[in-house]
């Protein structure tokens, strides 16, 4: 696809109805309801990879809105019992209205690790723009010592994250480690494709040398084996990290990890917000675009 209808299209995907947007997006999606994540979630599973169940819709306008987010990742977690699922969860907290009221917020956010804590579930804090990592960190440590079984998320691409990843090391938390999405300041964020992998590297090279169970996400073939070379040289066990891949993504990729035995964790989103997670998806990966366009485009079908 030329970098014109690239850019043309990246304008339009706001406009683009529904009805051609969805083929593409259900490969990236489990779909609008949790019955939906459910069957995705069972057939990973027999497929030998694990999940973690994220509701979309963030940035919230009312507190009202984010009751309702609380109480459908109550409800997931339910159905994870109930189904005896091997998954966990991930939350935002800009869907839980962080950014509206933090004391709201926080309360919200216990009823769900409450409940997550009956079940024995795990519950990760998922990392948004530069200007929530702060308040995600603060609000982590704050409940970490009456709910042991949380985690966060580190982005390689901050500047911060290797003195925020040597504290996390110390204090044996549970991370996340991703390349990172946001478009951040430069004074804040490195820009460079490869400053950024070897960021990554480095990061999780000091939080397997701490007390970290990492969790290795990414699908750049560079870094997973990069990840192994590092795995292999500290003699890491296989109960202090795993690997985390979006649903959908390079597939044969996730196969061959499975298939090596290696823990493998995939993010299923789901919800009747697949709207927005897809224009999103679809400008980070150009290669959607074209799929979009051949959906719009009598003369691209067929």
Request: hydrophobic share 40%.
């Amino acid at each position: 696809m030329g970098k014109f209808i690239q850019r043309l299209m990246i304008k339009m995907l706001p406009l683009t109805p529904g009805f051609l947007m969805w083929p593409v997006a259900r490969r990236y999606i489990a779909g609008s309801s949790l019955a939906d994540a459910v069957r995705t979630t069972r057939e990973l599973n027999d497929l030998g990879a694990t999940a973690t169940l994220d509701i979309l819709g963030e940035e919230l306008r009312t507190l009202d809105e984010a009751r309702d987010v609380s109480g459908r990742y109550q409800d997931a977690l339910d159905a994870i019992h109930a189904e005896e699922l091997r998954a966990n969860i991930s939350i935002k907290l800009s869907a839980f209205g962080i950014r509206i009221d933090p004391t709201a917020c926080r309360e919200l956010v216990v009823e769900v690790l409450t409940r997550a804590r009956e079940y024995g579930t795990f519950v990760r804090f998922d990392m948004e723009d530069s200007t929530l990592t702060q308040p995600t960190l603060d609000l982590y440590r704050d409940l970490r010592p009456d709910f042991p079984n949380i985690g966060v998320v580190l982005q390689a691409m901050l500047k911060r994250t290797i003195e925020d990843a040597r504290a996390l090391a110390e204090e044996g938390a549970r991370v996340r480690l991703v390349q990172g999405i946001y478009v951040e300041p430069e004074e804040i964020a490195y820009r460079d494709f490869q400053t950024i992998r070897e960021k990554f590297v480095e990061t999780l090279d000091i939080l397997l040398a701490g007390e970290s169970h990492v969790a290795i996400a990414t699908h750049d073939g560079w870094l997973v084996q990069s990840s192994r070379r590092l795995i292999r040289e500290g003699e890491i066990g296989g109960d202090r990290y795993e690997f985390q891949m979006l649903l959908g993504v390079r597939e044969k990729l996730r196969d061959a990890l499975i298939g090596d035995g290696l823990g493998l964790r995939v993010y299923v989103p789901f919800g009747k917000e697949w709207r927005a997670y897809s224009v999103r998806r679809m400008k980070e990966n150009p290669q959607l675009l074209s799929h979009v366009l051949g959906a719009m485009l009598p003369w691209r079908r067929g």
